[in-house]
């Protein structure tokens, strides 16, 4: 497991806590800008990209270099609802006759349900439904893209933004 992430350097600055030997003097600064979507992403992600970027730019930490985690986040919001809206439809099996024509269907969980029961060797076994694992995994990137933005409560207090106008009293240290 990682340690803890490094605190901005301009925190450290406000702070008081910059020391010389610490700081990176070639620190990269990109411009503040809203960077374009590229073309490739989903429809969802698309949809998500334009809200999210009008708030971190409100919020002024969006700079011209966070294009490509804006799609790891716009993305994996975009799998959670997928995953999600899969899980509201039924989890069913389709056989096919000999001249393959339906012949039957088998709901294993009504819409909405978590999990579903199987017959095995050993008896009845409760599942889990593969959309409840798909939810889990695209909540857990959306959680960690979150935070990196400072799109929660409390990783709003690991996180300064430059909004227009601001000046830094420190740009000359």
């Known amino acids: 497991m990682a340690g803890r992430p490094p605190k901005p350097t ?12 610490r700081t990176n003097k070639r620190e990269p600064k990109p411009e503040r800008s809203i960077p374009s979507p ?6 969802k992600a698309k949809t998500t990209w334009g809200a999210v970027s ?6 002024g930490v ?3 270099a966070d294009g490509m985690a804006m799609v790891g986040l716009c993305e ?7 995953a999600r809206e899969s899980l509201s439809r039924p989890l069913t099996m389709v056989s096919e006759g000999a001249d393959g024509e339906k012949a039957s269907t088998i ?11 199987t017959i095995g060797k050993g008896g009845p076994m409760r599942r889990a439904r593969p959309e ?8 857990r990137r959306f959680a960690a893209w979150l935070a990196k933005f400072g799109l929660t409560p409390a990783d709003r207090t690991r996180v300064a933004g430059q909004l227009p106008g601001d000046s ?3 740009a000359d240290l």
Request: hydrophobic share 50%; aromatic share 10%.
């Open 38 to 43: 590229p073309a490739h992403l989903t429809d």
């Open 168 to 170: 830094n009293p420190f």
């Open 76 to 82: 994996a919001y975009a799998d959670l609802l997928a």
């Open 107 to 117: 709901i294993f969980a009504e819409a909405g349900e978590r999990y579903y029961w």
């Open 54 to 59: 009008v708030i971190l730019d409100k919020m």
């Open 132 to 139: 409840v694992a798909d939810i889990a995994d695209a909540d």
């Open 10 to 21: 301009h925190l450290k600055l406000v702070t008081g806590t910059a020391q010389k030997c």
């Open 62 to 64: 969006l700079t011209e």
